[in-house]
């Protein structure tokens, strides 16, 4: 059972999270076989004062 972790900045609806997931597990279920029933997707938002790109913070 694949899963699948998704680490971004806080932000994206859960309409977006689900459309997301939808396309990753469709993609995986086309290349492996693998009913998409068995596929984990995992959505972990950063706050974005967290994330910094170099020494310059996103938020």
Do not use: L, Q
Request: charged content about 35%; glycine content about 6%; proline content about 3%.
């Amino acid at each position: 059972m694949p899963i699948i972790k998704i680490e971004w900045a806080a932000g994206r609806s859960d309409e977006a999270k689900k459309k997301i997931a939808e396309s990753i597990t469709d993609i995986m279920a086309e290349n492996t076989g693998m009913s998409t029933d068995d596929m984990i997707v995992m959505f972990e938002d950063y706050p974005r004062k967290d994330i910094y790109i170099g020494r310059k913070c996103i938020g």
